[in-house]
């Protein structure tokens, strides 16, 4: 039996495939950097584990296989704990437990079922590349997203090259089997389902980098993690997605966009040329001038123009005075009128505003933490919203000399490493009123208070790592002593700080473009979007934005939160897309510069002009 504390750690999985990438350099599951296949990672155990529990599969050969791999190294507890607080070792555990001893009582695992399709198959992609087993297929057939039922596929692929891929389309449309590709093998909101075949290009990590024309091709099953490692080698960085997303799938499904964007652009910016498969499985480019229009803009949802199979990304100089800067502001239309300025004013490279509650989520490394700390910068310092920026070191005195109060990368440092000190509550009080007329911050944040702020926070690895389980506290110290754990620019570029957004429950993320030049615009969006979220009961905050094209435009992410276990939250996210479906609809087809992401889905290749300016 697997206990019930352990079935609901593992039905809690977000599906955000970080424990794919080494972000922490602690290495990689291995049975997963073996087999590719997500069943075999920790996300896919996780699922796995909590379908046995529930009694939804039976024991396979496949399932025994991949519980018998998993070698209890603990890396994915260090991963999972780092961006989620969860410890999905004791979930490992259970699950070989479970095999094991269901073999030792004399059990025989089921075989697969013979199917001559498979067989077929097999001889396109290899024969360890293609499985109809249940055990695999279970970790491809549901994710977080609440509204998006089960779905099994017939089978599981991962093509190795182009040709492959083109191969398997072919075969797949002359035995009229559907197919969907998934990138990374992760899932969030319910796109990517089919009772055919899922094609992974988990094998497909080719990356070479041109530094002499400043661009990379980037094959499929590429993590933007992975990108940024090789780029940051040759001193370039690129305009990323979330560190385990693949950058051909996020090119296609939702164009590339960060704070980076504001220098970067969003995109048909980002990148140089693609290749793709057709849904005839034929080869095109999108230089070719034979091939299809994806750069236009149609405002209907609309089908991918076919598999990506490689890009050709722009890459971007970095310079050594680049440093992050946080500049705090009470107001909400504050701090993007003076975002937009700096946009404008060409300012800066990364740019957002930033609410307290990411800011509180992204520095703590525990909810609990953070739930502390966000009320000691919101209501103790007033610090309620703030600007991040990266910039040289003509930009960062630029910023100096328009605002009194800035976070420096030094100041920065201290503040995370004291992050528990911060959110003492005798440190709180002694805070309160001292300000005067101004906001605490302000006073806080004066030359003259650092030695004080220094004494009270007590900096250190140990300091922050005293907020983490006790046999966690040695990794974390080891892990914050490392000079990128603590600098503002690293932290934004890798964006290993970002899935930390869903570690109390699963995000449901509005992601809209909107006119920066009318903020009373976009708080009337956040208004009404709260509003909703507030009628049904559910948890909702605003997130980011981030201006592009000189502040003419910018993209505003507002969240909801919800638990994709429970029932009742299944409820309200439906009762309240009744709502807001048809008030973003309406707002994205009739006021310009407004459109929800849901319109450029599966149309991130299109030029930004088409859906921004018409």
């Not at 041109?210 to 099953?221: F, H, I, K, Q, R």
């Not at 003419?552 to 939160?561: F, N, Q, S, T, V």
């Amino acid at each position: 039996m697997i206990p019930e504390h352990v079935r609901a750690q593992a039905a809690q999985c977000r599906h955000y495939a970080m424990c794919k990438i080494d972000y922490l350099g602690t290495g990689l599951c291995a049975s997963g950097a073996e087999h590719h296949y997500v069943s075999h990672f920790p996300q896919g155990r996780m699922d796995l584990c909590d379908a046995l529990a529930n009694n939804q599969i039976a024991i396979t050969e496949g399932l025994v296989e991949i519980a018998d791999s998993c070698n209890l190294c603990g890396i994915c507890d260090r991963q999972c704990h780092f961006v989620t607080g969860m410890r999905p070792v004791e979930v490992m555990k259970a699950l070989k437990e479970h095999v094991r001893e269901w073999l030792a009582r004399g059990n025989m695992p089921i075989a697969a079922p013979f199917d001559p399709v498979l067989e077929q198959l097999r001889q396109i992609v290899g024969q360890r590349w293609a499985t109809n087993d249940p055990a695999v297929l279970l970790t491809y057939a549901h994710d977080p997203f609440p509204l998006a039922g089960p779905q099994m596929p017939r089978f599981v692929i991962l093509p190795g090259n182009r040709e492959e891929v083109a191969a398997v389309v072919r075969f797949a449309n002359g035995h009229q089997i559907p197919y969907v590709v998934r990138g990374n093998g992760g899932s969030v909101f319910g796109f990517v389902f089919t009772d055919g075949l899922v094609m992974d290009m988990h094998r497909m990590k080719d990356i070479v980098i041109d530094a002499e024309n400043w661009t990379a091709l980037v094959g499929p099953g590429v993590t933007s993690f992975e990108l940024q490692q090789a780029a940051v080698k040759q001193g370039f960085r690129v305009n990323t997605a979330e560190p385990a997303a693949t950058v051909c799938g996020n090119i296609v499904c939702t164009g590339l966009f960060s704070t980076w964007a504001n220098a970067y652009g969003v995109n048909a910016d980002t990148f140089v040329d693609m290749e793709f498969v057709s849904r005839d499985g034929e080869f095109f480019r999108l230089n070719d001038p034979r091939a299809p229009n994806v750069f236009c803009y149609e405002h209907r949802l609309t089908p991918s123009p076919g598999i990506c199979t490689r890009a050709h990304v722009r890459l971007h100089p970095m310079t050594e005075d680049e440093e992050g800067m946080l500049i705090p502001f009470a107001e909400f239309d504050e701090a993007v009128d003076f975002a937009r300025d700096l946009s404008r004013r060409r300012i800066g490279l990364a740019l957002g505003v930033l609410g307290g509650h990411y800011l509180s989520t992204f520095m703590a490394p525990t909810a609990t933490l953070a739930e502390q700390v966000r009320g000691s910068l919101s209501e103790t310092l007033g610090m309620r919203y703030a600007v991040f920026m990266v910039g040289d070191r003509f930009a960062r005195q630029a910023v100096q000399s328009m605002r009194p109060a800035v976070i420096n990368a030094d100041l920065f440092r201290m503040l995370l490493l004291g992050l528990p000190r911060l959110a003492d509550r005798e440190w709180q009080d002694l805070l309160i009123g001292m300000g005067g007329d101004e906001p605490v911050y302000e006073f806080l944040l004066r030359p003259e208070m650092r030695p004080v702020l220094e004494a009270v926070l007590r900096p250190a690895p140990e300091t922050l790592a005293a907020a983490v389980d006790e046999d966690l506290r040695t990794f974390y110290t080891q892990l914050y002593a490392r000079p990128e754990m603590t600098d503002m620019v690293w932290l934004n570029m890798f964006r290993i700080l970002s899935s930390r957004m869903s570690r109390h429950k699963h995000m449901f993320a509005f992601l809209i473009y909107v006119p920066m030049d009318r903020p009373d615009l976009i708080r009337a969006i956040c208004d009404r979007l709260q509003r909703i979220a507030d009628d049904q009961g559910l948890e909702n905050d605003f997130g980011f934005l981030t201006p592009l094209d000189l502040g003419k435009r910018g993209i505003l992410e507002y969240d909801y939160y919800i638990n994709h276990q429970d029932p009742v939250d299944a409820d309200r996210i439906r009762q309240a897309a009744v709502e807001f479906e048809p008030y973003l609809d309406e707002i994205s087809a009739t006021i310009k510069g407004v459109k929800w992401l849901k319109y450029i889905f599966s149309q991130g290749c299109a030029r930004k002009e088409a859906f921004l300016y018409t």
